[in-house]
């Protein structure tokens, strides 16, 4: 059976011997053996584990909420259920990140495509006449009033869209 000392370990899952030292200070890793001289080593089986514990730490799960997790599977068969129901709970989670993700992607096609488009012009003026278009839209809705504080005459116009 292959060993790991700390510092292997933390190469083989691109972390740093610090935050597995953290990691175990913190309750996450009560199935990682030491030597005689308190020195940890680390099993495949143990790296498995980190993994899991990188992975729910990758979807904003909070320390202590992993703890738990751990916890529980020192717990065995009893606490399947809960187990269960916490990674249906990630599973909506990162689904929730994904589609936020997707629309900041969205946002950020649409700027690369904006100055793509305005460098090959050689300026962003190319895209006044879809600004002025879009904010036609918006003005039927806005009183004079509010139209004038929008866009002042002689004022320098900042372009974000």
């Not at 935050?19 to 308190?38: A, C, I, N, Q």
């Not at 488009?117 to 039927?140: N, W």
Request: glycine residues 4%; proline residues 4%; hydrophobic residues 30%.
């Amino acid at each position: 059976m292959k060993t790991y000392t700390i510092g292997e370990a933390a190469r083989e899952l691109n972390l740093t011997p610090y935050t597995l030292r953290y990691y175990d200070k913190e309750g996450l890793m009560p199935f990682v053996e030491r030597t005689s001289g308190g020195t940890r080593f680390f099993k495949e089986s143990d790296l498995e584990a980190l993994r899991i514990i990188e992975c729910l730490k990758s979807t904003s799960m909070p320390i202590k909420e992993i703890k738990t997790f751990i916890d529980w599977c020192s717990d065995g068969d009893a606490t399947l259920q809960q187990r269960f129901d916490m990674f249906r709970e990630r599973k909506a989670t990162v689904e929730t990140q994904m589609r936020e993700l997707l629309k900041t992607m969205q946002v950020i096609e649409h700027k690369c495509e904006y100055y793509r488009i305005a460098l090959a012009a050689g300026t962003e003026k190319v895209h006044r006449h879809k600004q002025t278009r879009r904010r036609c839209r918006t003005d039927q809705h806005e009183s004079p009033n509010a139209q004038q504080k929008r866009i002042s005459p002689g004022e320098p116009e900042l372009i974000l869209l």
